[in-house]
């Protein structure tokens, strides 16, 4: 049985920093790409970052700069830090990935396990 188990979301002023984590069981940790979205009430779903298995990494241009996805293959943990943090990044935040190998990518569509998502909230 496959499991992404996020945690590390919480409040947040503008300006602070959080790190996500997601823990990865149930499957071959390296065989596909990661990534993390978000999505906001009466939003769409978003991509946020992604993480290849050969560590190529890409980003939303929203959070470039601001944002690290990294992972431990040793740990099958993905994580996501988070500086400088803007209400707009106000949201639930998941992460993902897909059954097959896959480079990284943002395409939802491409992904097939998903955790149950954080909640980070920044107030201003």
């Known amino acids: 049985q496959v499991q992404l188990v996020e945690s590390g979301g919480g409040s947040v002023q503008a300006g602070g920093s959080l790190r996500l984590s997601c823990a990865v069981s149930?499957?071959?940790?390296?065989?596909?790409?990661m990534a993390w979205f978000r999505q906001a009430p009466g939003k769409e779903r978003e991509g946020v970052a992604s993480?290849?298995?050969?560590?190529?990494?890409i980003y939303a241009d929203s959070v470039k700069g601001r944002f690290t996805i990294s992972q431990d293959k040793a740990k099958n943990t993905l994580y996501l830090q988070m500086n400088s943090l803007k209400p707009e990044d106000t949201a639930m935040y998941y992460c993902?990935?897909?059954?097959?190998?896959?480079?990284?990518?943002?395409?939802?569509?491409?992904?097939?396990?998903w955790g149950q998502g954080t909640q980070v909230t920044v107030s201003s």
């Open positions: 993902a990935t897909p059954a097959f190998r896959y480079r990284a990518t943002m395409n939802p569509q491409v992904f097939t396990y």
């Open positions: 149930g499957i071959t940790y390296s065989r596909s790409c």
């Open positions: 993480i290849g298995s050969d560590g190529t990494t």
